[in-house]
C-alpha cells in the first residue's frame, strides 16, 4: 500500500514543493486524505478550486504526477466541462487527456528530465502517452 510518498517521491521532494507551491500561488487547496479506501481515485474540485489526493490510491502513477494532472484540470482545463474530475490512467478523451498533457508540460517545466523515457519511468506515466511524452520533451528541448 502507498504512504505519503512512493520511494521514487523521496528522491525529488523539491518537485512536490514546487507543485503545492504552484498549487498556493493559484489559490488551490491541496487535501492529503490518509482515510479513504485504496480504489478511491484523487479528485479535483473545480469551483471550489481543491484537490483531494488520496494518500492510500493504489495506482501505477506517482503522487507527483497525480498531482500534477488533478492541478492542471483547475488550472487549464475547461470549467464549464465538469465540475467533479476523478484521476484516471486511461483517460483517453477530453479533459482527461488534456489534464495528461498539461501534467507532462507541468512536471517538465519544473525539472528537464535526461530523455522521454527517464520521465516516464520516474513518474510511471501510462506506456499510451509515450508520444506525447516524446512530443512535448521535444518542444522544451527546441526551447533551449
Not at 505519503?4 to 517521491?9: E, M, S
Not at 498556493?24 to 482515510?35: G, P, Q, S, Y
Not at 484537490?51 to 470549467?79: K, P, T
Not at 464549464?80 to 498533457?101: C, D, N
Amino acid at each position: 500500500m502507498t504512504n505519503l510518498f512512493t520511494a521514487g517521491d523521496y528522491l525529488y521532494p523539491q518537485i512536490v514543493s514546487e507543485l503545492e507551491d504552484k498549487a498556493r500561488k493559484n489559490n488551490v487547496i491541496v487535501v492529503l486524505a490518509d482515510n479513504l479506501l485504496s480504489h478511491v481515485p484523487d479528485t479535483a474540485l473545480i469551483k471550489n478550486r481543491a484537490i483531494i489526493m488520496n494518500m492510500n490510491f493504489i495506482v501505477s502513477a506517482n503522487y507527483c504526477y497525480r498531482l500534477s494532472h488533478e492541478l492542471s484540470h483547475i488550472l487549464y482545463g475547461d470549467h464549464e466541462a465538469q465540475a467533479v474530475y476523478q484521476f484516471s490512467e486511461y483517460g483517453k478523451r477530453g479533459e482527461e487527456l488534456l489534464a495528461h498533457r498539461n501534467a507532462i508540460r507541468m512536471l517538465m517545466s519544473i525539472e528537464m528530465p535526461s530523455s522521454p523515457l527517464t520521465f516516464m519511468g520516474y513518474y510511471r506515466v501510462p506506456a499510451w502517452l509515450e508520444n506525447d511524452v516524446t512530443r512535448i520533451y521535444n518542444e522544451f528541448k527546441l526551447v533551449d
